[in-house]
């Protein structure tokens, strides 16, 4: 899981958008071969579609080629009700951007059957071959779409009653609290799950407590969200006022998990006040301090005879004058590589059969 944090939801927004429309340009969408996308309505999600909105009628990205996939719907509110998850997506997304209504889906609740169009809905979606990319809100009591409190991890699109707090959240949209609609129909958790991606806004100080228990917790049944920690490629996309309730070292962690949005070779610039990292055992003066590091690595003081493939890489990171965890330096060469504090390492296969992993010293 990782997490990227922004200054606001404005600017969160901006990243989750830079994300999607990267990933439908690369998968380069064709008439034959669609992408799909899964999209909530949640109201912390509208500053997203509004940028997406604005990047393609600045025809930075089109949606013509995608197929679009809403999460949940209130059972017995159609397109034409105001409330209506339909509404919401049409008003807010759908009319703005140039995607043809027949790509556009959102769970029908008027039928007299609910659950063949749950069955249905379920269908639609692995007639696609599932979704390649889907877009969650984070409700204050941890709930994904409509899966509150209380939804087992391998859920498929179903009928659920709406929780009295979730209902409370939204009231304000209808007229009382009575008006709120009693159930909803939504895609399971184990539906969202089998998504290729999954996105996971989250800003706000009413979304911090949910974020934490969904981020901190073990996976549990009364925090949906937590159930994300399952899925091998999920980004959380959260404000401060989200994260503010997070250990620090809850965000560092999963941070350091996050592919970098920047250039790959870029370092953040240091802080006057921030002390300068400790080389761990290693001493820089003295170069037979390396010995004193626990390594599972041949180690090789960098001289003459230091083979040509790692001058290529210390020649690298020291242009990028970086520190931190580099992968696939030198293409089809080291698979990976760390460079802390003067150190070298590298694992796995350094160019193919010749060396095979190797630690090395810059003095
Ligand atoms: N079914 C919706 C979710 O899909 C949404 O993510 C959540 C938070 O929405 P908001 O950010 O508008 O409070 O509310 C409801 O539970």
């Given at each position: 899981?990782?997490?990227?944090?922004?200054?606001?939801?404005?600017?969160?927004?901006?990243?989750?958008?830079?994300?999607?429309?990267?990933?439908?340009?690369?998968?380069?969408?064709?008439?034959?071969?669609?992408?799909?996308?899964?999209?909530?309505?949640?109201?912390?999600?509208?500053?997203?579609?509004?940028?997406?909105?604005?990047?393609?009628?600045?025809?930075?990205?089109?949606?013509?080629?995608?197929?679009?996939?809403?999460?949940?719907?209130?059972?017995?509110?159609?397109?034409?009700?105001?409330?209506?998850?339909?509404?919401?997506?049409?008003?807010?997304?759908?009319?703005?951007?140039?995607?043809?209504?027949?790509?556009?889906?959102?769970?029908?609740?008027?039928?007299?059957?609910?659950?063949?169009?749950?069955?249905?809905?379920?269908?639609?979606?692995?007639?696609?071959?599932?979704?390649?990319?889907?877009?969650?809100?984070?409700?204050?009591?941890?709930?994904?779409?409509?899966?509150?409190?209380?939804?087992?991890?391998?859920?498929?699109?179903?009928?659920?009653?709406l929780d009295e707090g979730i209902k409370e959240n939204v009231a304000e949209?209808?007229?009382?609290?009575?008006?709120?609609?009693?159930?909803?129909?939504?895609?399971?958790?184990?539906?969202?799950?089998?998504?290729?991606?999954?996105?996971?806004?989250?800003?706000?100080?009413?979304?911090?407590?949910?974020?934490?228990?969904?981020?901190?917790?073990?996976?549990?049944?009364?925090?949906?969200?937590?159930?994300?920690?399952?899925?091998?490629?999920?980004?959380?996309?959260?404000?401060?006022?989200?994260?503010?309730?997070?250990?620090?070292?809850?965000?560092?962690?999963?941070?350091?998990?996050?592919?970098?949005?920047?250039?790959?070779?870029?370092?953040?610039?240091?802080?006057?006040?921030?002390?300068?990292?400790?080389?761990?055992?290693?001493?820089?003066?003295?170069?037979?301090?390396?010995?004193?590091?626990?390594?599972?690595?041949?180690?090789?003081?960098?001289?003459?005879?230091?083979?040509?493939?790692?001058?290529?890489?210390?020649?690298?990171?020291?242009?990028?004058?970086?520190?931190?965890?580099?992968?696939?330096?030198?293409?089809?060469?080291?698979?990976?590589?760390?460079?802390?504090?003067?150190?070298?390492?590298?694992?796995?296969?350094?160019?193919?059969?010749?060396?095979?992993?190797?630690a090395s010293l810059i003095a």
């Amino acid at each position: 899981m990782y997490l990227q944090t922004f200054p606001n939801p404005f600017e969160t927004a901006l990243a989750i958008a830079d994300l999607i429309i990267s990933r439908i340009i690369a998968f380069s969408p064709t008439q034959q071969r669609k992408f799909v996308l899964g999209l909530v309505a949640d109201n912390a999600a509208i500053p997203l579609y509004e940028e997406l909105a604005r990047r393609c009628e600045a025809q930075e990205v089109s949606f013509e080629h995608v197929i679009a996939i809403v999460l949940d719907e209130y059972v017995g509110l159609g397109p034409e009700d105001l409330q209506s998850h339909h509404y919401f997506m049409e008003e807010h997304f759908f009319s703005k951007v140039d995607i043809p209504p027949s790509q556009t889906h959102v769970p029908y609740t008027l039928s007299n059957s609910l659950l063949t169009t749950c069955a249905s809905y379920e269908s639609l979606i692995t007639s696609f071959g599932g979704i390649h990319l889907i877009l969650l809100g984070l409700g204050g009591l941890g709930q994904i779409g409509s899966n509150g409190p209380g939804s087992g991890g391998k859920t498929r699109c179903r009928i659920v009653q709406l929780d009295e707090g979730i209902k409370e959240n939204v009231a304000e949209s209808f007229l009382t609290l009575a008006d709120v609609p009693t159930h909803a129909l939504t895609l399971g958790i184990g539906t969202i799950l089998d998504s290729a991606e999954i996105i996971l806004l989250a800003t706000g100080r009413n979304k911090s407590s949910a974020l934490t228990t969904a981020l901190e917790g073990g996976i549990c049944h009364l925090c949906p969200a937590s159930m994300l920690q399952l899925h091998e490629d999920v980004r959380v996309f959260a404000d401060e006022e989200a994260v503010s309730e997070l250990q620090p070292s809850t965000i560092r962690h999963l941070s350091a998990q996050a592919p970098s949005t920047k250039p790959e070779f870029e370092s953040e610039p240091k802080s006057e006040d921030e002390p300068e990292d400790e080389p761990d055992q290693l001493n820089l003066s003295d170069p037979s301090s390396i010995n004193d590091i626990d390594l599972p690595y041949p180690i090789f003081p960098l001289s003459q005879n230091t083979p040509s493939i790692e001058r290529e890489i210390v020649a690298q990171m020291q242009m990028a004058d970086t520190n931190g965890v580099f992968e696939s330096v030198c293409g089809g060469g080291a698979q990976g590589i760390t460079f802390k504090s003067g150190l070298i390492v590298w694992y796995d296969d350094v160019k193919a059969n010749e060396q095979s992993g190797g630690a090395s010293l810059i003095a």
